[in-house]
């Protein structure tokens, strides 16, 4: 009986040294993974807006953009952008095949985010290309726009 009570003990005190994790505040690789941002996730690194899909009522056509905003998609989920100058950084997050972005600066509305607050695409990509389709927003005669990769980033 003595025995079964020890090893009773002992295995409770093993549970709970191993048991609990003390991570810190810092994001696991699991965690990570879990997101969909690994390093192995394509989105990770610089994209350089140099098309738009567009509509004026009839239908769509291609314009070339000169200059054009840019995206760098850091593998710890965070994005850093010149789309505006009063906010240019936030999380983000892939959920199949629908990208997440999410400023992170108090009050900044951009006007097209959903009612959860974040600005949602379909995702796509096309050899150095990365297809975005809003979904917070609706274009009634549809939209897209292509970026092109520029360097990777970790």
């Given at each position: 009986m003595k025995n079964i009570i020890k090893f009773g003990i002992t295995s409770l005190l093993i549970i709970l040294l191993f048991g609990c994790e003390n991570n810190?505040?810092?994001?696991?690789?699991?965690?990570?993974?879990?997101?969909?941002?690994?390093?192995?996730?394509?989105?990770?690194?610089?994209?350089?807006?140099?098309e738009a899909s567009i509509s004026s009522g009839g239908p769509q056509y291609l314009v070339a953009v000169e200059n054009g905003e840019e995206f760098n998609f850091l593998s710890t989920g965070i994005f850093i952008s010149n789309r505006s100058s009063e906010c240019t950084s936030g999380i983000f997050s892939i959920e199949s095949n629908e990208l997440i972005l999410k400023y992170d600066c108090d009050g900044f509305i951009t006007g097209v985010e959903n009612p959860e607050g974040a600005i949602t695409y379909t995702i796509t990509y096309e050899s150095n290309y990365l297809i975005l389709i809003p979904t917070s927003v609706i274009c009634t005669e549809g939209c897209s726009y292509k970026y092109e990769k520029i360097t990777d980033t970790k």
């Open positions: 810190d505040g810092k994001i696991s690789n699991d965690e990570i993974d879990s997101r969909g941002i690994d390093s192995e996730n394509p989105i990770i690194g610089n994209w350089k807006l140099v």
